[in-house]
């Protein structure tokens, strides 16, 4: 037998489904996994030029998929303004202050990162960007993406007044006379998109390659891209800044790529889809597919466009007559699914509310009704809010649920901005991850990074917890919607492999896979579920190269 390039001994293995393996090496070459064998067997494997690498008890496991990130965004923001390490409002507003001393040559000051939490209402005022740039348009995206944070200067650029009606889909917070108050949520945000300066094809690339980075140093080997289109927060094209990595030779990780459903378009969108996978799929990377499309279904709970099969409560706790958004009519998402599922598209769905997500899994049994059972792998992100007999129905329907596990957990967003307007009950029904698993729901993962970290043990720790590191809360909807360690490692793994139409090759350690791989230490089976986030990434490694760190 011809020796391995690389092989890796001494530590437990998690395959990418169920528990580790003890006592057994792992073979690698030509860039693909070659043997998992006994520890006994190994010597078989090793010759003159096989590099030996100790995990001393370290976990090996597949790399991580992120089933749901924004990645060119995400770096995009570390290269501008960034307000993501801001503590506080003045935190915030310092660190706007210095980038605009320190860029004094920028017509606009762009960027983002806030947190609603610092700001009263979770929406800031436009006066305190004036204290600190009163001469130039401050344009700010919200940390989850959600809302966008305005100085006056960028509303009077935008035309934008008292007259200004709110947009179908959004909402401008208003001051007692009607002005805009400075925060824009959902698509009121899209009302700067006419007078913004776009971001350059050169800061679009340098984003997604920083972004690159941070992920494989989170143990990241490939990813579902939640927000491909024209013109996304800034952005010209985003399939043409992954073509250009795929050119530059520089794209390390495999994408899908989920193209934007335009909410306000029509069914004409779903040719000129086709005609951009094709366009890559000729391409032929085995990187980046366009094979998904995004379709946004509802807002966020947390300023009440998420879509709720019941009304919001107000302040005092009476019920209000808004239930949330539905983006698109629920007849006609149901008529689009059906045409993308005939198309041969993957549906990505975003749907945060209870009524998002009945309307979500309609449309894909009337998908199922009209073509019969595809290969589509649709899937549901975010899921905040799912009724109990709405869960049954993901297995039925071969939807997967996509996991933020990183939110499901008491912190001063959904305590403060969320629970505290839904109905009595609301919070036993909040990403109710060990329901779905009971119900035989497959499970996928991700962060939507930059609306919060990317670190998928983080996300696993609350998976198993459902308690932040340091915190004393309850878990979130109760202990019995906690996962166990192996099914949170699964959904992060195998899980995203699936939905990505990767798991013939990653998502897995088995011989003839893809050697995507990454070390834990300490290995996260051996520590109590209350001390998983103290399992970091000691190198990442795709296609048997050490990526992270370099010099592995
Ligand atoms: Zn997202």
Not at 259 to 288: C, H, K, N, P, Y
Request: hydrophobic residues 40%; glycine residues 10%; aromatic residues 6%.
């Amino acid at each position: 037998m011809p020796a391995a390039d690389l092989l890796f001994t001494g530590g437990a293995v998690f395959t990418g489904t169920g528990q580790p393996l003890h006592g057994h090496a792992v073979a690698v070459s030509g860039g693909r996994i070659t043997a998992v064998v006994p520890e006994a067997d190994a010597a078989a494997h090793v010759g003159e030029h096989t590099r030996v690498v100790r995990l001393d008890g370290a976990l090996l496991s597949p790399g991580f998929q992120d089933a749901h990130v924004h990645p060119i965004s995400a770096g995009v923001e570390l290269l501008m303004c960034n307000l993501t390490e801001a503590t506080d409002a003045a935190d915030a507003i310092a660190t706007v202050n210095a980038y605009a001393d320190a860029n004094p040559e920028e017509p606009w000051i762009l960027g983002g990162g806030w947190s609603m939490d610092h700001f009263p209402g979770g929406s800031p005022l436009r006066g305190l960007l004036d204290a600190v740039v009163p001469d130039r348009p401050v344009l700010l995206m919200s940390r989850d993406h959600h809302s966008t944070w305005a100085n006056t200067a960028a509303i009077r650029a935008a035309g934008l007044d008292a007259s200004t009606p709110d947009p179908v889909d959004g909402r401008i917070e208003r001051e007692p006379d009607g002005t805009p108050a400075g925060t824009f949520h959902e698509g009121a945000g899209e009302l700067f998109d006419q007078v913004r300066p776009p971001i350059g094809a050169d800061l679009a690339y340098a984003g997604l390659l920083r972004a690159q980075e941070e992920l494989i140093a989170l143990g990241i080997t490939g990813w579902q891209d939640g927000w491909v289109g024209t013109g996304l927060g800034g952005v010209q094209d985003v399939a043409s800044v992954y073509r250009r990595a795929l050119a530059d030779g520089t794209l390390k990780v495999h994408v899908v790529g989920a193209q934007w459903w335009e909410r306000t378009g029509g069914i004409e969108q779903v040719a000129e889809m086709a005609r951009r996978r094709a366009e890559f799929a000729a391409l032929d990377s085995g990187r980046f597919t366009l094979g998904t499309t995004k379709i946004m279904v509802d807002g966020v709970a947390e300023n009440q466009t998420a879509a709720m099969l019941s009304p919001y409560r107000d302040v005092h706790g009476h019920d209000t007559a808004n239930r949330g958004l539905s983006f698109i009519d629920p007849e006609r998402l149901r008529a689009i699914v059906t045409e993308l599922d005939a198309a041969g598209f993957q549906v990505h769905f975003h749907a945060l509310g209870d009524r998002a997500v009945r309307e979500a899994l309609d449309a894909v049994e009337a998908a199922r009704d009209a073509n019969g059972a595809t290969d589509g792998r649709h899937h549901l992100a975010h899921l905040q809010v799912v009724e109990e007999h709405e869960t049954a129905r993901f297995a039925a329907l071969g939807a997967v649920a996509n996991i933020q596990a990183l939110w499901a957990t008491h912190e001063d967003q959904i305590d403060e901005l969320t629970l505290p307007f839904l109905q009595d009950g609301a919070e036993g029904r909040q990403y109710p991850f060990g329901d779905l698993v009971r119900h035989g729901a497959r499970l996928a993962a991700g962060s939507d990074w930059p609306v919060s970290s990317a670190d998928p043990m983080d996300a696993i720790h609350i998976a198993v917890t459902r308690v932040a590191p340091g915190r004393d809360d309850e878990p979130l909807g109760g202990a019995h919607q906690r996962l166990d360690l192996a099914t949170a490692m699964a959904a992060y793994t195998s899980g995203t492999a699936y939905v990505n139409h990767r798991d013939h090759d990653t998502g897995h350690i088995r011989e003839g896979f893809l050697a995507n791989l990454v070390v834990l230490d300490p290995d996260p089976f051996s520590l109590p579920a209350e001390e998983t986030h103290r399992s970091t990434v000691v190198s990442t490694w795709i296609e048997g190269e050490p990526v992270y760190p370099r010099n592995a």
